[in-house]
Nanobody, 121 residues
Framework: QVRLVESGGGLVQAEDSLRLTCVASGRRASNDDMAWYRQAPGKEREMGASIRFSFRGDIISYADSVKGRFTIARDSAKHTLYLQMSRLQPEATAIYYC????????????WGPGTQVTVSA
């Protein structure tokens, strides 16, 4: 079982920066795929940034809407995932969720409870 806890959300103004943190407990492997999703009011949850394990080095992907402004990173030793967000705009207002996919014969998917990010104009 994996438990995820996000932190770092809050109310900021446009053009501000925030760093979200997700701490994973209950698992010691470093080959999990991890991602940040977000869900804005009235919209479906969408993937913002992901980091997938590869023996040749992690593979990082971003949604077009956040490319160049968001940076995902992880510290495997600390079982922590980060999302550095810069030049935030009001459309980034959403609940941000940490996601972990544990590989195996059947994948196991875990979600954190989310952290609210609100960007005022």
């Amino acid at each position: 079982q994996v438990r995820l806890v996000e932190s770092g959300g809050g109310l900021v103004q446009a053009e501000d920066s925030l760093r979200l943190t997700c701490v994973a407990s209950g698992r010691r492997a470093s080959n999990d795929d991890m991602a940040w999703y977000r869900q804005a009011p009235g919209k479906e949850r969408e993937m913002g940034a992901s980091i997938r394990f590869s023996f040749r080095g992690d593979i990082i992907s971003y949604a077009d809407s956040v490319k160049g402004r968001f940076t995902i990173a992880r510290d495997s030793a600390k079982h922590t995932l980060y999302l550095q967000m810069s030049r935030l705009q009001p459309e980034a207002t959403a609940i941000y969720y940490c996601n972990v996919v544990v590989p195996g014969p059947v994948e196991s998917i875990y979600w954190g409870p989310g952290t609210q990010v609100t960007v005022s104009a």
